[in-house]
């Protein structure tokens, strides 16, 4: 079997649970080889060889932090030339996506995003789409190339498959255009200790019926008690009462959790388009004509000030 | 010193209609209206903002796209653009992003820029990568998916909200942008905007033109392949209850049920 890169997405080596899940689906179409950007390659190391990577190029240069996209893609395409992969995989975050791109195009190979599932196939890998809002499901294939394919989170379980990983020192030559853009300032966004939306099994989201940043605080507490992420609709983030980087829907996140909370919002397609693929959707609005009740398992009519605060007292005291 | 803006809008299926796929599984784009997307709609306004805050600026739009594609650069010249570029070629059905990275980038090369807007994608492939692409065709820096844009000095400065930090980018123009919708609403076109948008020159160009072998774009010259596409099942009904004062309870009782509790 060939080997499939593997683009690790870390914070200064602590591995982030989206490339547990690409690893584990790697396995599925070859051999999982990890391509570790930035610092902390050797803490790393123990984590992804636990999920099947034997090998993990590591290159650390001060260009990862101070540039734009283009060095991890000058990086990756080097791996890529000396490795001859079957495959690429990243990530679909913004950036990933924009590296996966740009490092498609320098191979000549076509590129797919946004994959919800990946197997093999007679003509090389075969990746799974939800596309038009979610009303409808694609499956492709890249067909020129090696296949460059981005993984959104949530699409499989991650499960270990111990081998000892061997980091390999990468020395990039990085390119003329690899220092075009640069980060002046970083601010780190502040860490809320609630589980990452794309990656959280339940998810409690606010729109329009939540009426006042202040009023969030009751989908906040719901949410703690259920350990939960915390969502809002796009009417709530235009409103300014919640950050953008809470949002789900089509020009927000995609999420696709085991249990999704809707509380006050009424599931405009921009909406539905973020969280229509998740296991058990529930709601609670006042209008009875919502969108929303159709997706639902299961409903409230009514307000939600009234239903979530019973709501979570109930989980508390049942929790006991 | 003069600044030439082009902006690539696209235009798409109606979000809000009920889209679907063609037999060849290409997007259908005649059972849903379509219109300018929505995501470009804010890479027009950005440039228009950039125009208001600069001397001497040159707004085009580029499309690629069918007849009808028209009416997105109608509503951008309305919006105020100062001319429009249109890259109709039956050819180009069922073309990639690689391959509409690769006609946006030698139209937007024969027009003439220092600076390339974009909306962050578009609202029917949503791949939010071509503007990266066109940057890596132009060879020029990418400064993308902005909630905040300026130029000033040659430079385009933007702040970048990532999931986990914030930044400041800065690049040397020329140079490719894109800008989120969380840039700064997008302005109506006025009545006068909208007339004066008649008399505005739209230039037509074909793969001829901007020297691109038919071969290289359309379906057949696709990198990657839709092999099935397939209608979601619509979910089934669940159960809706009104709240009687034991709302919360229920809600908490039925998630016990599926032991989410």
Redesign the interface.
């Known amino acids: 079997m060939g080997e499939v890169l593997v683009l690790v997405d870390h ?1 200064d080596g602590a591995v982030r649970k989206p490339t547990l899940e690409l690893l584990t689906l790697a396995r599925r179409i070859g051999e999982p080889v990890a391509v570790h950007l930035g610092p902390g390659a050797d803490t790393a190391a123990a984590t992804l060889g636990e999920y099947g990577a034997s090998t993990v190029h590591a290159a650390d240069a001060p260009e990862f932090a101070d540039y ?3 060095p991890q ?1 000058d990086a990756l395409e080097q791996v890529a030339k000396a490795v001859n992969p079957v495959a690429v995989l990243l990530p679909s ?3 990933a ?2 590296v ?3 490092l ?3 191979l ?7 994959a919800v599932d990946l197997e093999a196939g007679a003509e090389g890998p ?1 990746a799974t789409q ?16 090696t296949p460059v394919i981005t993984v959104k989170p949530n699409s499989a379980t991650p499960e270990p498959a111990p081998v000892s990983a061997t980091v390999q020192p990468l020395k990039v030559l990085f390119g003329s ?1 690899a220092t ?10 502040e860490d809320t200790g609630r589980p ?1 939306l794309t990656e959280a099994a ?1 998810v409690v989201s606010g729109g329009r019926g939540v009426n006042g940043a202040e009023n969030f605080a009751v989908i906040e507490a719901l949410a703690d008690e ?1 350990g939960a992420a915390v969502g809002a609709s ?1 009417a709530a983030v235009d409103a300014g009462w919640y950050p ?2 809470n949002q789900v829907g ?2 927000g996140k995609t999420v696709s959790p ?2 999704y909370i809707a509380a006050g919002i009424s599931g405009a ?2 909406h539905r ?1 973020g969280m ?1 693929t998740s296991k ?3 709601a ?1 609005n006042k209008d ?1 004509e919502a969108p929303i ?11 939600l000030f ?10 508390k005291a ?2 006991g | 010193m003069s600044l030439r803006i082009v902006v690539c809008v696209k235009y798409v299926p109606d ?2 209609g009920d ?3 063609a037999e060849d ?1 290409t997007t259908d784009r005649d059972a849903v209206d379509g219109l300018l997307s929505e ?1 470009d709609e804010y890479a027009v306004e950005q440039a228009l903002q950039i125009k208001e805050a600069n001397d001497d600026v040159e707004i085009t739009v580029l499309t690629m796209g069918g007849d009808d594609a028209k009416d997105a650069l109608r509503k951008a010249l309305s919006m105020g653009a100062d001319k429009a570029a249109h890259v109709n070629d039956e050819a180009l059905h069922g073309t ?3 391959g509409t ?1 690769l006609v946006l980038a030698k139209a937007v090369e024969q027009i003439g820029y220092d600076l390339v807007l974009c909306g ?1 994608s578009s ?2 492939g ?4 071509l ?3 066109l ?3 132009l ?7 902005l ?1 905040e844009v300026s130029v000033a000095d040659g430079t385009v ?1 933007g702040r ?13 123009l020329p ?1 490719v942008a894109s800008v ?3 840039s700064g609403e997008a302005r109506y076109p006025s009545f006068k905007g909208i007339m004066a948008a008649k008399k505005k020159p739209v230039l037509a160009l074909d793969l001829s033109d901007l020297g691109i072998d038919p071969a290289d774009v359309g379906l057949a010259g ?11 099942p619509a ?1 089934t ?7 009687e ?8 009782a ?3 049920e ?1 032991r ?2």
């Open positions: 914070v734009l996209v283009v893609v975050s913004g950036e996506k924009e996966a791109a740009r498609a195009l320098r000549g190979s076509g590129l797919i995003t946004d075969v939800s596309v038009f809002a979610a009303g409808f499901t694609v499956r492709s294939r890249v067909s020129r190339g255009a075009g853009t640069k980060i002046v300032s970083r601010t780190p966004r990452e339940i259920l796009r953008h980087t089509q020009t085991q249990l397609i921009q388009a229509q058990t959707i529930v609670v009875a009740f159709d997706l639902v398992d299961y409903g409230v009519v009514g307000d009234q239903v979530l605060p019973q709501l979570t007292d109930e989980v049942r929790k | 979000a809000t889209r679907h796929f599984h995501l990639d992003v690689m990275s962050m609202t029917d949503v791949m939010g990568v503007p990266a692409l940057a890596e065709r060879g020029v820096p990418q400064v993308t998916l909630s400065n970048r909200d990532g999931d986990t930090a914030s930044q400041r980018l800065s690049a040397a140079a989120t919708d969380q696709a990198w990657s392949a839709v092999d099935e596409v397939a209608e979601r979910r009904a669940g159960t809706v209850v009104k709240d004062g034991e709302g919360g309870r229920q809600l908490a039925f998630l016990a599926r989410f509790v």
